[in-house]
């Protein structure tokens, strides 16, 4: 159910897209809003219901810095329909910088050897709590020596 949900939702988000963006511009924030919860949907049906070693080593940390922006366009979302404005402003930038962090921490992990991601995927295809404890980027090792 989980999987047709967010499929269904990644083709309604994209609909959404094409057909409104050029007569209300903010639908694109709401559009890109929707995308981004669908895929967020898609990312938990993976790591939850499948024990696809492929599928998990392509989403575990290459994919979840994304995750940050939903947030961020639902924000842009409601400030420009309130507004009539859609355009980003030079300080709307800073919003961005959470995402930005989270992927300069998961460089290291992103650039492993395809390997190495496929064995952290076997240790979570088997027991999906793997993911508590295994310390993938230097934030979390560096919140959890604090």
Request: aromatic share 22%; net charge positive.
């Amino acid at each position: 159910m989980l999987l047709y949900l967010s499929l269904s939702g990644l083709l309604l988000s994209s609909l959404l897209l094409y057909f409104n963006a050029r007569k209300y511009p903010s639908s694109i924030y709401l559009g890109i809003f929707f995308l981004l919860v669908s895929f967020y949907s898609f990312h938990h049906y993976i790591f939850i219901y499948t024990t696809s070693v492929f599928w998990i080593a392509v989403l575990y940390v290459n994919t979840t810095s994304v995750f940050y922006l939903t947030g961020l366009m639902s924000y842009f979302y409601v400030r420009s329909v309130l507004t009539d404005d859609v355009k980003l402003r030079k300080k709307d930038w800073w919003h961005f910088l959470p995402a930005v962090v989270h992927f300069t921490c998961a460089i290291p992990y992103i650039v492993k050897p395809w390997a190495y991601k496929k064995s952290i995927a076997r240790a979570i295809a088997a027991d999906y709590n793997f993911m508590a404890t295994h310390k993938v980027n230097y934030l979390a090792q560096l919140l959890d020596s604090v």
